[in-house]
């Protein structure tokens, strides 16, 4: 019978403690245990939540810090440098907010 994956132990890059698989954080230490985006979103966008892999101290995918990062458990000796993306429309982009669909 197969496990599952829930079940599964982790290491803790802080300490080395074995978590399950699903914790957010160590028992032991308090670290997080998943490199999540920190991107809290805004009223116009949803936040970005992207999982980075162990050593990415900012989001693959949007630039914002990561959780190892703000934790200390990853370090650049480069800023947060998140671009934000703009188009030609850029002062209207609110109305392609989910409110104004429908």
């Known amino acids: 019978m ?3 994956n829930k079940e599964k132990p982790g290491n803790c890059i802080r300490c080395g403690y074995s978590y399950k698989k699903g914790s957010q954080y160590c028992a032991e230490c308090g670290a997080p245990v998943v490199n ?5 979103g805004d009223l116009l966008r949803d936040p970005c939540g992207c999982v980075n892999g162990e050593d990415a101290a900012f ?3 949007c630039g914002c810090a990561t959780a190892f990062n703000r934790a200390g458990l990853v ?3 480069y800023p947060e440098n998140k671009v ?3 188009d030609e429309m850029g002062e209207m982009k609110w109305f392609y907010h989910p409110f104004f669909s429908g």
Do not use: M
């Open 2 to 4: 197969a496990s599952d």
């Open 36 to 40: 999540k985006c920190l991107d809290e």
């Open 59 to 61: 989001c693959s995918q």
């Open 75 to 77: 370090t650049s000796p």
């Open 84 to 86: 934000l993306q703009t």
